[in-house]
């Protein structure tokens, strides 16, 4: 049987097949953090059971932090409690937590890669959909429900159907100013964010391998917006690269081991998929989306879209989508005026999207009327920024560097874009008031992000370069 | 929770004529604010139940002593709506064990099943039957027995072959729910690690 990557990887962690129902996947490294696990602790409890493998799980506060003054107590009462419940529940049963302060905290699909925890290979679970990033990493990553978060404590497993395959390829070089957000926003765009339900992707080309580690988990971040349950790619050299030397990688002769198993991990020719989709990057030009949903992407280069040909209920929740957006169809995007930028995210808040928001507003000016986010994803990415003199860059380009955390990606903390303000936002979801009640979220890469800072409106990036 | 164990059940049913009940119905969205799962059976159909001052609506079925019993009874594509467990949670908490339609909407059938709610699907003509019978008697009696997927009408003798996935069955018959099956397996877990 030729098999898939992601065959390879979900067979070798099928414990049991059950008879008639789903298969027992074990499950090697579990993330959890303040605010979906409590309930799946309160249930554990009440079973009166231990977390069975507390070593594979690891804890860290992020989803509801503020991002200033972390060194004081939250201010808002219920996030606190989340935070201290998640400390409570990891020093009773055992796991690491790498709580607020602690070098190592930051968003949980941020510190996992980092410090090694992820390696290729994995099955890897979080009660968050993002946990998808991990799967740049040729591991079998994704979110799950509190019940399930439950599962995973009491029994390293997890029940679950096999999903479908989809491979998605791109092929050729980018264009400059085109960033890997792009290229995730471009397929969405293509596919609908329904396009991948009921599948696990596997991103493959050589476009795709050309791309750094960071760039590749803002990819496979983004992969569950289509509908699929997560994406992976095949690990490489430049996987290997990453992985190497870091604080929980395996070490020495591990890692020899390690490393020649991983490379057994790709498609074998000749393996066959339920989907496939086929793009040139050449065809990829910086995105934005324009709707409220992460589906409704454009280059920033074109007119809104005017959705003349949709019918029914779906011209309808598009002209809805407009409306709250405040946009109109056969319009240009370049050149609206804008209120907030916020660079961060498990999407894009690790050091190479800092470098490459710093590098293109170096020497220039944030625009006056902007108020500007830069959230970094860990404190170990802050570090990096702070010693590589980026905040420096940014200090003197008029931005401030914030402290870790999801922060505007979810707008649980203080971090809230007000009403009927435009905030280009370099995170993964632009639903509906996601960035605070009555918020307009464009979605947006970095570089697209910094062109918008500077000039205060939508701009193609590449008009600055 | 581990759910209760599944038995042999004989008992009257409560008819709820209706097609397309849906999850909006069976919990409205003001009773899901709890933080623990208790008091759901209190607020099952609470807008067909009771009126604004909160005084029992008499025609309701519920409110009519003629009906009881731990079957209900609904039209087609039941449960549908959205994903909330509290749906199940409500109808299990008042005392149900078994709903019976032709058609179950597929997200409110899983978390019937998870919650130790056993959902039996029967074909329109069978469902004829059984709203027939309650209508000419409400107090007799429907035998299910989820071993031999089998559900009576006890005073024809007529019966219905109904299905289910077998790691289900195993689990509401042995009062399992997924997390206390994992649990089961834990040392055939322990035998992969070593692997
Ligand atoms: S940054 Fe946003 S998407 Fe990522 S884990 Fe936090 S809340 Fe979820």
Redesign the pocket.
Known sequence: MKKTLFDKVWDAHVVEQVDGGPNALYIDRHFI?EVTSPVAFGGLEKRGLKVFRPEKTTATP??NIPTINQHLPIADQLSQNQVDTLTANCEKHGINLYGLNHKWNG???VIGPELGLTTPGMTIVCG???TS?HGAFGAIAFGIGTSEVEMVLASQCILQPKPKKMLITVNGDLKPGVTSKDIVLYIISKISTSGGTGHFIEFAGDTIEKLSMEARMTIC?MSIECGARGGMIAPDETTFEYVKDREFSPQGEEWDKAVAYWKTLKTDEGAVFDTEYHYDAADIEPMITYGTNPGMGMKVTETVPTGEELKGNDKVSFDKSLDYMGLEGGKAIEGKAIDYVFV????N?RIEDLRSFAQFVKGKKKAEDVVAWIVP?SKQVEKQAIEEGLVTILEEAGFVMRQP???A??A?NDDKVPAGKYAVST???NFEGRQGPGARTMLASPLVAAAAAITGKITDPRDLL | MPIDKFKKIQTPAVPLPIENVDTDQIIPARFLKAVERKGFGDNLFRDWRYNKKDEPIVDFVLNQSKFSGQILVGGKNFGSGSSREHAAWSIYDYGFRVVVSSFFADIFKGNALNNGLLPVQVSEEFLEEVFAQIEKDPTSTFSVDLVEQTFVIDATGSSFSFEINSYKKQCLLNGYDDIDFLVSRHEKIAAYEEQ
């Open positions: 953090h992020d989803h968003i949980v699909h968050d959909s993002h990033t971040n961060g995210s498990c999407t808040g994803g955390g999801c922060s990606c979810l649980m995170s993964n979801r």
